[in-house]
């Protein structure tokens, strides 16, 4: 069994997760009309999200001989983000402060992980339980996000900045911990990099994602300004 990035399995697995997401947005999007419906589906993906994400993590606590309880708590940017963001689907409201910092750091992390998945080879086969786990939460992490903006759940302004701020200063205080209290010799790429060999530690990523934000926000809010300024014109000439 080929389990290299871009190998057979990386590759099929492409395929059918790709196929699989593609063909239910068209159809949630055709058939899910109410708000209801599309709460119905955002609410199935998140409960299937949480699902995948503790499981991933119970795989870690028994990965070894000895039990681990401190890995129930995700140590990883894209871990926490799927835990964090399915409790704020499942349990806050439309366009919550959760949803501002999660969406696109889930939309970058599940991109690129499930595009160059490095944990692909760490067992047997693809189904070893924290390798498939872990590109399922990716995947449905994945999924939940692009259903969020299809739905029209999340109303990205540049005005919610300071809930990036607030949610990196959460994920480090976290790392912190977990680094402290629980012996880990990282957490959150605070202190190792995310590619050997290169100085992408969180402290080097953490501003590149956020001017990175900036410009998807500022591109954003330019594109809502000149889509009012066409309607205000139109009904100016009618």
Not at 120 to 143: A, D, E, K
């Amino acid at each position: 069994m080929d389990l290299n990035v871009f190998g057979s399995v990386h590759l099929i697995y492409l395929a059918i997760s790709l196929t699989l997401t593609i063909i239910g947005l068209i159809c949630a999007k055709k058939f899910a009309k109410s708000e209801k419906s599309q709460t119905i589906i955002l609410k199935i993906l998140a409960g299937a999200l949480l699902v995948w994400i503790l499981i991933n993590r119970l795989s870690q606590v028994f990965r070894y001989d000895n039990v681990r309880w401190n890995q129930i708590i995700p140590d990883s940017f894209c871990g926490m983000t799927s835990l964090v963001l399915s409790l704020a689907v499942l349990f806050g409201k439309k366009d919550n402060n959760v949803l501002h910092f999660a969406w696109f750091l889930a939309l970058i992390g599940d991109v690129i992980t499930i595009a160059y998945p490095t944990f692909l080879n760490q067992g047997p086969s693809v189904f070893y339980l924290p390798t498939i786990s872990g590109l399922l939460h990716h995947s449905l992490s994945l999924v939940l996000v692009i259903a969020l903006l299809l739905f029209n759940q999340i109303n990205i302004t540049y005005r919610k900045w300071y809930c990036t701020l607030f949610g990196f200063t959460a994920y480090f205080t976290v790392g912190a911990f977990q680094m402290s209290v629980f012996g880990f010799s990282d957490a959150f790429h605070i202190v190792e990099p995310m590619l050997s060999g290169t100085p992408l530690t969180a402290w080097v990523v953490a501003p590149i994602y956020i001017v990175g934000y900036s410009i998807v926000l500022l591109i954003i809010e330019l594109v809502r300004k000149h889509k009012l300024k066409d309607v205000k014109r139109k009904e100016s000439n009618t």
